[in-house]
């Protein structure tokens, strides 16, 4: 069983900046494509970014330019660098992993999740 956990979560004022983290269990890291996605209260949850196997990586269009996202294969870990946050950007911030893909912009692609860290951004 695939296991991911999520850390770098906080309150933090507008403008500023997290990183978050996502520690993979799985060996083969390397071939999932993983990504970023994040669930405000009393909303859907929503993709915000991915990163390939290959390297590649896709954002939404509300934070291109804010957030980037990266990984690092031998390390098994997935991170997101948020600058410029906005209180909009408050929700929780899950990471998600698949060897499948398909809609990689969609959660219903994703087999594997994390339980999520808080993010909060106050004006």
């Known amino acids: 069983q695939v296991q991911l956990a999520e850390s770098g979560g906080g309150l933090v004022q507008a403008g500023g900046s997290l990183t978050l983290s996502c520690a993979a269990s799985?060996?083969?890291?390397?071939?999932?494509?993983m990504a970023w996605f994040r669930q405000a209260p009393g909303k859907e949850r929503e993709f915000v970014g991915v990163?390939?196997?290959?390297?590649?990586?896709g954002y939404t269009d509300s934070v291109k330019g804010r957030f980037t996202i990266s990984r690092d294969n031998a390390k098994k870990m997935l991170y997101l660098q948020m600058n410029s946050l906005k209180p909009e950007d408050t929700a929780v911030y899950y990471c998600?992993?698949?060897?499948?893909?398909?809609?990689?912009?969609?959660?219903?692609?994703?087999?594997?999740w994390g339980r999520g860290t808080q993010v909060t951004v106050s004006s």
């Open positions: 990163a390939g196997y290959n390297g590649l990586t």
């Open positions: 998600a992993g698949t060897y499948v893909g398909g809609d990689i912009y969609s959660s219903a692609a994703y087999d594997y």
């Open positions: 799985e060996r083969s890291f390397s071939n999932f494509i």
